[in-house]
């Protein structure tokens, strides 16, 4: 063996740095193939083509995703109830004016045209300004009503499924941003191991010297250092002491840091201001809402005209009078979504949904917070290792072929 071993040393040098490349390698493809290609890739048949993970499992990450949020991280109810009327009516107070202007300026029109042309220009802007009074209110009322019902008129959980769905990639950002470190740590794993297991591997060839054992052992070294190195990502879940060195997983081990990554890219990508107001104005739940915001109108139309209803009543007929007050809210709603833009800042800010969600996170038992991750490897892991093992016996099989021949 020694005297092999001083004909033959830069063999033996190249079999451990071979290993950790071979190690190196199958971690290198198990995490390009958890995120590429976004589409399948191959022939529709099994075993033929291949999806990245994440975007296989996409629906079910989803789900988990949304399911994690909604239930765990923002609670509707007490986000919405930091938004403050007085402050919402003053954010949107000179396109609120302008919208009532117009609105008041068209159903008087559509109405009573005569009437309002014979108006001079002072008492038609004093009419207006006497409908813009009310504004304040109304959007007092609307927010009021809204913040007591908002389960009623959101689906927080669909404003998540729904962005996801939007953008498949930024799931797979989400997924790949947060675990950058983890990803990083397992190719590493694959240095460290291959090398260790390549020192067994040059001893035993250096015994046996039979050819089946370099691509054995590439296929030990590319499932076992796979294997180990997800595990290692996610446990233990609580410190362990070995001798002086505590040991714990790495996702675990960086829970302040995912939690504010997490949240900062939820809150950019996922629960933003426009995508609520989106879901309330325009989803599954915003029939309600419009029935809200016309009951609103109709009573605050009541309240301004005042003593001056059973006049207006008579003057105009009383179901003309009705159809104005609808025809009112119908406009109203058609001014709604530009107007209440102009408050996205404001609504940012105070409903905090990225602190909010940084925070909760850190409350998380540490099952549920390696929920955020450990979807995107539990059902196919056995693939990626499985591809590890072949490329580890391939290499090994082509070390063979160059020693031998």
């Known amino acids: 063996m020694v005297d092999d071993f001083v004909a033959h040393w830069q063999v033996y040098l190249t079999m451990p740095v071979i290993a950790a490349v071979i190690g190196y390698l199958t971690k290198r493809a198990a995490i390009e193939m958890m995120f590429r290609p976004l589409r399948f890739v191959g022939l529709k048949a099994p075993w033929l083509g291949w999806q990245g993970v994440v975007p296989r499992n996409s629906e079910r ?10 239930k765990r991280l923002v609670d509707t109810k007490e986000i919405f109830a930091r938004l403050d009327a007085d ?28 009437l309002w042309e014979m108006l001079p220009p002072l008492a038609q802007e004093m009419l207006v300004k006497q409908v813009q009074a009310g504004s304040p209110v109304l959007v007092k009322r609307i927010m009021a009503e809204i913040q007591e019902s908002i389960d009623e008129v959101l689906d927080i959980r669909q ?15 989400l997924v790949r941003d947060i675990s950058k470190p983890e990803m990083a740590f397992i190719a590493r794993c694959g240095v460290y191991f ?46 362990k002491r070995i001798g002086g060195l505590a040991i714990q997983g790495v996702f675990q081990r960086r829970r302040d840091e995912v939690a504010k990554q997490y949240a900062e890219i939820v809150a950019r990508e996922v629960m933003t201001v426009p995508n609520i107001l989106d879901a309330i104005l325009r989803g599954p739940r915003s029939d309600r809402l419009l029935a809200m915001i016309h009951h609103a109108v109709l009573r605050t139309i009541d309240e301004q005209a ?11 007929g009383s179901e003309r009078y009705q159809q104005m007050k609808h025809t009112a809210a119908d406009r109203a709603m058609r001014y709604l979504p530009d107007t209440i833009t102009h ?15 940084a925070t909760r996170m850190r409350r998380l038992t540490r099952i549920e917070y390696e929920g955020l991750l450990r979807p995107a490897f ?18 090994g099989e082509l070390q063979v072929l160059l020693l031998l021949h």
């Not at 396109?95 to 045209?113: C, K, S, W």
């Not at 499932?223 to 879940?237: E, N, S």
């Not at 539990?378 to 499985?386: F, G, N, T, V, Y």
């Open 61 to 70: 990450m989803i789900r988990v995703s949304a399911d994690l949020l909604t």
């Open 87 to 114: 402050r919402l009516a003053k954010e949107i107070e000179g396109p609120l004016l302008i919208a009532v202007d117009e609105v008041t300026r068209e159903v008087m029109e559509q109405y009573q045209p005569g």
């Open 159 to 173: 404003v998540a499924v729904d962005a996801l769905h939007r953008d498949k990639a930024l799931l797979i950002s």
């Open 194 to 239: 291959g090398l260790t297991l390549g020192l067994v591997q040059t001893v035993v060839w250096a015994v046996t010297k039979n050819p089946l054992v370099l691509p054995l052992f590439g296929a030990a070294i590319g499932w076992f250092t796979d294997w180990l190195a997800i595990k290692l990502v996610f446990f233990p879940r609580r410190p």
């Open 306 to 316: 005042g003593a001056a209803e059973p006049v207006i009543a008579v003057t105009v």
């Open 343 to 357: 408050a996205t800042d404001y609504a940012t800010d105070v409903l905090d949904i990225r602190d909010t969600i």
């Open 378 to 395: 539990r059902q196919d892991e056995w693939k990626l290792i499985a591809v590890g093992a072949v490329i580890g016996a391939v290499i």
